[in-house]
């Protein structure tokens, strides 16, 4: 049995802007015993479902400025966070975190919920696994929001990847607060503190660890096929619309990387730039979240 931690519920009471309902699933084919938390929200037989899908080392959180705007548009919203993350039990060891793992997850929990008409909402690393969804879940995934990510294809990803990956590396104990404040200024203190909460001490804190090490930029790193095989079904086979936001402000993907991955996205627009915006896009979110919905005529 794989050997786990549950951060207390007392860890995330009064969070600023975070007052959605913890909903929970504890038995996913594949992950019996581990206990996945999502947030749901929303009318639970409305026509479209925002499924938004965060990255590292944030959580679910981090969406709490655009769930209002989906969910006023008679949409139902559902943001779950990986396992290692956020209310999300964290398995204690490195090695249980890889990219197959994650992945079966969100599938595991995208058919479990039944969920259809689905808009894909990604960044960071909800973005390098999500992206990979779509050409496996054609009857369910038909819109793509897409903010400040990459497929990750087996090369490098830069100096400023390069640089993070080596921050990561040396900082097991990452100070989560202290990293997402840096990331985005705007953050008050609360709010920064808030994305520390998942993880009281160092032992929670191996799937924070594992991402960085497991970006794809070696063509033999596990992911690389598939993602690989997403980027040929975007060229060809993506009949979806899709929304790209760029924040220009990130100093590891900015306005070059998404615009090469519009460009192999099948009928993709221009992705729209934010100045000012970092890396997290999302905590400037509500914006986006209402441009997303003015392009698609849903505002």
């Known amino acids: 049995m794989t050997k786990a931690l549950r951060t207390p519920d007392s860890a995330f009471e009064n969070l600023p802007g975070w007052d959605f309902t913890p909903q929970y699933i504890d038995d ?15 009318p639970s037989d409305a026509e479209r479902v925002f499924l938004c899908l965060h990255g590292q080392p944030s959580w679910s959180y981090l969406y709490r400025h655009m769930i209002p705007v989906f969910t006023a548009s008679d949409a139902r919203v559902i ?6 993350f956020g209310r999300s039990d964290k398995p204690v060891e490195d090695e249980f975190y890889h990219f197959t ?20 909402v990604v960044q960071d690393w909800g973005g390098l696994i999500g992206l990979t969804l779509p050409m496996d879940m054609t009857d ?9 990510t990459v497929l990750a ?6 100096p400023g990847f390069d640089a993070w990956r080596a921050y990561s590396a040396a900082h097991p104990d990452m100070d989560v607060a202290r990293v997402m404040a840096k990331s985005s200024p705007i953050l008050s203190e609360a709010e920064a503190a808030a994305y520390g909460a998942p993880f009281p001490d160092v032992t929670y804190k191996a799937g924070v660890r594992r991402f960085p090490k497991m970006v794809m930029t070696d063509p033999d790193m596990e992911g690389v096929d598939i993602s690989r095989r997403a980027v040929d079904f975007f060229k060809s ?29 099948k009928g993709a627009p221009k992705p729209k730039e934010y100045e000012g915006v970092g890396h997290f896009v999302q905590e400037w979110g509500g914006q986006i ?4 919905l003015e392009y698609w005529k849903e505002g």
């Open 28 to 42: 996913l084919p594949g992950f019996e015993g581990l206990r996945v938390h999502f947030v749901d929200e929303g």
């Open 79 to 84: 943001a779950p966070d990986w396992l290692g």
């Open 101 to 120: 793992m994650h992945r079966d997850m969100i599938i595991a929990l995208i058919n479990r919920l039944d969920i259809k008409n689905i808009t894909l």
């Open 140 to 148: 369910r995934i038909d819109r793509l929001l897409v903010m400040n």
């Open 153 to 158: 294809t087996g090369i490098s990803a830069g």
């Open 237 to 265: 086979d993506w009949t979806g619309s899709s929304f790209f936001a760029t924040g220009l402000d990130d100093p590891v993907i900015g306005a070059k990387g998404m615009n090469w991955l519009a460009s192999v996205i």
């Open 289 to 292: 979240a209402r441009d997303a």
